[in-house]
């Protein structure tokens, strides 16, 4: 195995109640939120952040501040390679300069996406399979159910971890298209709610219904609201919090 | 005025904290629910019921009950014109007669139903207005913000009705297609919780999206779910619940 198994703790603090504790795995710089006091075994919620953001950025922030608070969840995030505190991925960048490239001599751009997500999904999904080992053997977090979160990258990232990962039990995504992930989405079947923006500007409304359309899962649930691609609705929050507390809590 | 502006009360009940009024008002026959010991003024949702059903067929009882007991909510639903309480209506016969012949000779479905739906809201748009009316005038009631709930035959009737109604301040509708409905559904702009199921063996899926589409509400959220026309999941009534708080309560 390529991982440490062990987690090396960096700092602690705590806000409002929530504890957050940076580690780094191996290579992996993550963080994990947990209700400050929290002892024993809870559900777990793995968030997959977007494109250039990191495991801090505000949304994740924002976000797992409310599932620690108001589900009492244990929440991580990790820096996806070549974003947050991970250095550059050389091959990352030859490929994203090939594909301006392309795109500028006229290429579809949404399929160089699909197939650079990909790749990078062959690098994330073992280290999150990692972090989740690691994280689930922490007394404050044990081995209860697990969630996933992730839109936009962490769609297209998220697709192929949860149709790989048996310990999760429920998953939000969305803001991503059939192109990238159709054929791992046939092989989710735990219970989905799905995010479109109908008038998203990078994922055309007929992927992101086919990617929706794709999902194994029996019990799947497409929520879709006007506007652009980063401008989901706060009320939408509101509904994964019951999403997450209805199938881990 | 081809109304009568006051109630007729038949009869009153009350199950679980939920007082049941049976009126008239004119020919048409209504209940209202609302809580027992209410006193002053309150939200008021009117539930439009589906085709081939009543006033108080058991989804529409089901919600009516949640709405008062969870919301504190008034919830009123009358019979559509030749549904429940309410006589035949030769016109109808003879169309649906009429209906039967073209489509066994080869003609589309949903173009004769979104007909057959825009002559019936000729008839239900004034009836549920004058319905508003009278049971604002209650001192239980009163003149609160109202909601629309409505989905396939109560979405068809609805979409006209909300379009008309400046009293409506948030609606559920679904269940239906933008044949029927596109032109009064762009004259919307209040908030919507739109339904559409995903395998819905009555109304194609695309003409669903498309009435979605159409709404010309700036806050409007689809919610998609696997299953035929008559399989909204549960969590759904939840997420209702929630949508009319928010903007009612």
């Known amino acids: 195995m390529r991982f440490s198994s ?7 603090t705590s806000v409002d109640g929530v504890r957050e504790q940076l580690f780094t795995l191996g290579e992996i710089p993550g963080v ?33 501040h ?14 996806v390679p070549a974003h947050g505190d991970r250095p550059k991925v050389e091959e990352y960048d030859r490929l994203a300069a090939e594909n301006q490239a392309r795109v500028a001599a006229g290429a579809e751009l949404a399929p160089l996406i699909a197939e ?29 159910p697990v969630g996933y979160w992730g839109v936009s990258l962490g769609c297209g990232l998220g697709v192929p971890f949860v149709a790989a990962e048996p310990r999760v039990r429920a998953a939000v995504l969305g803001l991503g298209g059939a192109l990238a992930s159709a054929e791992a989405a046939a092989r989710i079947t735990v219970p989905v709610e799905f995010l479109v923006q109908w008038d998203d500007e990078r994922v055309p409304r007929a992927e992101g219904l086919a990617l929706f359309d794709a999902l194994g899962s029996a019990e799947k649930s497409l929520h879709a609201n ?22 881990l809590g």
């Not at 062990?6 to 602690?12: A, D, H």
């Not at 400050?36 to 922030?61: C, E, F, N, S």
């Not at 790749?119 to 080992?133: I, K, N, S």
């Open 6 to 12: 062990s987690l090396s703790f960096l700092s602690e």
């Open 32 to 64: 994990l939120w947990t209700p400050d006091g929290a002892v024993g075994t809870r559900p777990l919620v793995l968030m997959g952040h977007g494109g250039g953001q990191h495991k801090k950025a505000p949304g994740i922030l924002a976000r797992a």
């Open 66 to 79: 409310r599932f620690v608070a108001e589900c009492g969840f244990a929440v991580v995030a990790v820096d």
């Open 116 to 144: 650079f997500q990909a790749m990078v999904a062959r690098q994330t999904v073992p280290e999150w399979r990692a972090v989740l080992d690691a994280v689930q053997q922490l007394p404050h977090v044990g081995a209860g």
């Open 226 to 247: 006007p506007g652009l691609h980063g401008e989901i609705p706060a009320y939408e929050l509101d509904s994964m919090i019951r999403f997450f507390a209805r199938h």
